[in-house]
């Protein structure tokens, strides 16, 4: 049997949305700050979730692992760590649960286990979308040598991933729904047909009454077709012109 449109959505947008999280994660750009003091005016410093680094403009420079007590110890870095490593974790269960649902080489898809693995996609992309949006909203307060501090690439592909896992767990748990409610046509009990309100009366059996019963109780005389009828017939006109038997040529008292 096809795999259903629905189920072929949500593995195709799943994966897309693991991978820009995965990216998300790991990536040191969560926010970029610039013009820091007693620093040159080329160089850029990148934090993330899980790294910091600086990357100067004109050499294109990259130096990784920059030690900062004070960021990571905030109180969102502790729970975006562990909302984006949780939607990571779900979101390979999750496409697992749907993978065993929606194989192409079975019978029938299995609507409800399907369904719960796009719910799982579901949550997993909620919990990327909470951790993103938390961060975006308090970026500006969090402890900064600077003041010029900018959004990261790491939370644009954070609202993309979350927003893919979002569309295709919740297209996806849509064969639960078509599952209650095969289930719920399959238990109604059958009902009568409604009968019209013009009830008709029941057609009456007619006797046809034989030809001996008729002949019998009726003064008319009944005839039949297999019966000759002594009805007067016209005489047959016999041609009685002379016919010339003595040659092919006719004569004038022929015609």
């Known amino acids: 049997m ?25 990536a040191p750009s969560w926010r970029t700050i610039n013009n820091i003091a007693g620093e040159s ?22 130096q990784c692992g920059q030690p900062d007590t004070q960021y990571f110890n905030t109180q969102i870095i502790k729970i975006a760590q562990g909302l984006m490593l949780a939607s990571l974790i779900l979101n390979v269960i999750a496409i697992g649960v749907a993978s065993a649902g929606v194989r192409c080489w079975t019978d029938k898809p299995r609507w409800t286990v399907a369904g719960i693995g796009g719910l799982l996609i579901f949550i997993s992309g909620v919990l990327a979308i909470i951790a993103v949006s938390w961060y975006t909203h308090i970026m500006t307060s969090i402890s900064s040598p600077s003041t010029d501090i900018r959004v990261g690439y790491c939370l644009v592909l954070g609202f993309i991933g979350g927003i893919l896992e979002m569309i295709g767990g919740l297209v996806m748990s849509i064969g639960l729904c078509w599952r209650c409610g ?74």
């Open 41 to 62: 005016t080329d160089m850029v410093l990148q934090q993330g979730i899980w790294d910091i680094c600086k990357t100067f403009t004109s050499s294109r420079d990259i």
């Open 2 to 26: 096809r795999t259903p449109g629905i189920f072929i959505c949500g593995l195709v947008l799943a994966p897309c949305g693991l991978i820009l999280d995965l990216a998300s994660t790991v």
């Open 182 to 255: 095969d289930r719920s046509r399959r238990e109604r009990p059958k009902t009568d047909v409604v009968k019209s309100t013009r009830d008709p009366h029941p057609l009456h059996r007619v006797t046809v009454p034989s030809v001996s019963s008729i002949s019998s109780s009726s003064s008319v005389p009944y005839y039949s077709k297999d019966v000759d009828m002594d009805f007067p017939r016209s005489k047959r006109q016999i041609d009685t012109r002379p016919v010339n038997t003595y040659g092919a040529r006719p004569y004038d008292s022929d015609l």
